[in-house]
């Protein structure tokens, strides 16, 4: 099921491109605001929603888990690397979900890292260990999401922040309704469901939330080995 | 069509058709290990098109074992039919098949086919031997690092293997794609403009290896827009211009057809005149006209047999000839003979 040539050649590829790394530092910046929070003397209760919320989960993770997302499969479609890949006899779950391993692994770890330790800061483990399940239940959804993106549009990144930017960041909070269709909905709920001390709140149930991120993973999923099934090379014909 | 169609179900003389396999049954071999072979690929009907764009017109084509140019200009539509023949495009109307099974949707037919594709890009953070060995083990070869050893020194590039493909020449990068494409040892290996950026050592040892696969029975189709490189290494050509199929068959014959085509000639001489009055008693002459500003132009019927007869002509008139220009010479007017023909 998983491909492990495949997982080695997707991890140097992503760690051989600039636009991944730079990001890397990203997640350094929850836990910047929550020791500069800390220190001015805010409460978890006060700064929690805020920076783990409104930057943890509603920037670091979606920016990180769109980047990795798309780039693990896309780029190589991209650059035209990816034929080495696809002209094997491989059947074609078998790349789709060794490149989503790689894309969750390295987002989880990228972006939780930053979340456990901000929500250790304050005080409290359990939060940490909550932000961190929930970093990875979203980086889980978001990774399908923006990989079955980069298979079905030319301009992944483009159509993943309108996603992130209009429809969680904009619409869930007007309507919402909507906020049962939002990845970052989910990835707060799981949080809220372990750390049970109201630091962070979600409107969406955890049992909604898993089902929903299961959902979301599995659709995505079985939605790009279908389109990577079909998979076309194009461009200039002579 | 002036070729004889039946050359395209015919396999190259002294080579074998036979023992068809299915893709995707057996553990491949090393590359050179033994031979090989006796896949064949049927394109029946083929059409693909882009919107109101027509890239290919029903061709219908049988690869069979050996060599096999794909010729035509740029923008013929090679390229579209190669990725159709390799599973990467589906045809809008038509099948592919390869020993009967459909290529596209079908990721099994890679066991038996290998691709060196015109776009595709190799990894430039990898070596040569990191990048062949990675298709090794993506083939799921029982032994690949011999695998990959095999295939590097079939290209000639055991020396460079180590360094990064990103410090390659493009000759070099063609070579290890080519070396990636047959560590499995296909049966069929499909080529687009496999030349490209080589120089000519490296060319000539790629025409050998190519030659030597088709030798041991593999089925290879390279394409290119040059006569010269279909000349050199293949017997069986398939002309396509304009996306159809415009000749199919024996490079000789298709070769003898292009000779024996109405040329025009630009000729400046010693005397025009003298030499437009004899060359007019000539059979392959047409039609001569006197350019006001000298020279003259001759249009003749038959290529070949003028080119032979001009020379005898002005030695026996005494007209000194100074120039001979073919004012149609490019590949493209010999593709268009071919498919008005």
Known sequence: MINLTIVRLTLRGL??????????????????????????????????????????????????????????????????????????????????????????????????????????????????????????????????????????TRRPVLVGLVYVLVWEGLLTNLVSGTRVLSIQHYAVSVAERIDGSGVVTSTVSAPVALAMAVAVTVGATLLAVDRLRSFSLTGDTS | MSVSEANERRPPAGRSAGGAEQPGRQPAPAPGSDRRGGSSVELTGVSRWYGNVVAVNDVTMALRPGVTGLLGPNGAGKTTLLHMMSGFLAPSRGTV?????????????????????????????????????????????????????????????????????????????????????????????????????????????????????????????????????????????????????????????????????????TIHSSDDRRLAVALLAKEPVVGVELDPAGGLTVRTSDYGTFTRALPAVAVSEGVRVTRVLPTDESLESVFSYLVAS
């Not at chain 1, 980086?139 to 298979?151: E, Q, V």
């Open chain 1, 15 to 152: 760690f051989g491109r600039r636009r991944f790394l730079l990001l890397l530092p990203l997640p350094a910046l929850v836990v910047g605001m929550a020791l500069l929070a800390d220190l001015l003397g805010a409460t978890p209760d006060e700064w929690g929603q805020p920076v783990l919320v409104g930057l943890g989960f509603a920037a670091v993770l979606p920016v990180l888990a769109l980047i990795v997302g798309a780039s693990v499969l896309g780029s190589e479609i991209d650059d035209g690397t990816a034929v080495h890949i696809l002209a094997k006899p491989l059947p074609r779950r078998e790349i789709v979900l060794s490149k989503l391993l790689v894309a969750v692994v390295v987002t989880t770890l990228a972006a939780g890292t930053g979340m456990l330790l901000a929500g250790l800061v304050s005080g409290s483990g359990r939060l940490g260990i909550a932000v961190l399940a929930g970093t990875a239940v979203g980086a889980l959804a978001y990774c399908a999401l923006f990989l079955a993106l980069s298979l079905l």
């Open chain 2, 97 to 265: 098949t390869l020993d009967g099974t459909p290529v596209w949707r079908h990721p099994p037919v890679y066991r038996t086919l290998g691709l060196v594709s015109e776009r595709e890009a190799v990894p430039g953070f990898l070596t040569g031997h990191e990048f062949v060995l990675s298709g090794a083990r993506l083939h799921k070869l029982p032994a690949p690092r011999a695998a990959a050893r095999r295939a590097v020194e079939m290209v000639d590039l055991v020396e460079a293997q180590h360094r990064r493909v990103g410090t390659y020449s493009k000759g070099m990068r063609q070579r290890i794609r080519v070396a990636a494409a047959l560590v499995h040892d296909p049966a069929v290996l499909l080529l687009d403009e496999p030349f490209n950026g080589m120089d000519p050592r490296q060319r000539l040892h790629m025409m050998e290896v190519l030659h030597q696969l088709g030798e041991d029975g593999r089925t290879v189709l390279f394409s290119s827009h040059i006569l010269e490189e279909v000349a050199q290494l293949s017997g069986i050509v398939q002309v396509i211009v304009a996306g159809r199929l415009a000749a199919s068959g024996d490079y000789r014959t298709i070769r003898r057809l292009m000779t024996h085509r109405p040329h025009v000639f």
